[in-house]
């Protein structure tokens, strides 16, 4: 990890295909990918290459949409990459950000997200996360590397026993 980007990798119990599954659908994302005020999000998608996507937070009726949230690749089940969503006003009240906290987050350049996904024999599957274009010295970094171990055991734990995590 530098000052602009992170990488974690985490190895499922789950064949390549599962795992994109759970990446991808919005039923499965969520059950395991919890925003501790706004619950569970899906990200709704064609997850083509240059589609677009949507960030929900059903239990608070928040939708984000943004016309640069976009696919950027998409090679079922071996890669994705898409850009991190648009941090709304709406959104940072809903995330407990403070004004001024909230501007310095949308000040900071749109960051993008990859996942390799590496079939790693006997129905398990090797996921690296990588999720980089951070400003250098920036708040959003370390806001958000913190939530990504728990989104990744969430996956990794629906995924191996069909429940998610408490």
């Known amino acids: 990890m530098d000052d602009t980007s992170f990488t974690y990798t985490t190895y499922v119990a ?14 499965l994302t969520r059950r395991f990918w919890r925003h501790r005020t706004m619950g569970g999000k ?15 937070h059903e239990d608070v009726g928040l939708v984000v949409s943004d016309p640069e949230q976009v696919i950027l690749e ?6 994705l990459s898409y850009t ?3 941090f709304t ?3 940072a009240a809903l995330a407990g950000l403070s004004e001024e906290t909230a501007a ?13 996904l590496e079939e ?22 370390p806001a958000i590397s913190e939530g990504w ?18």
């Open 14 to 27: 789950a064949v390549p295909d599962r795992v994109w599954q759970g990446l991808t659908d919005p039923d």
């Open 120 to 141: 790693r024999g006997r129905s398990v599957t090797r996921l690296t996360v990588t999720h980089d274009g951070f400003a250098p010295g920036g708040p959003v970094l």
């Open 42 to 56: 899906s990200f709704p998608s064609e997850w083509k290459k240059g589609s677009r996507w949507d960030l929900v």
């Open 84 to 86: 991190w969503h648009t």
């Open 104 to 116: 310095a987050w949308c000040a900071g350049p749109r960051s993008k997200v990859a996942y390799e």
């Open 149 to 166: 171990p728990a989104v990744l055991s969430g996956l990794k734990t629906l995924l191996e026993t069909g429940a998610p995590l408490p």
């Open 74 to 79: 998409a090679d079922p089940p071996r890669r």
């Open 89 to 91: 006003p709406e959104w």
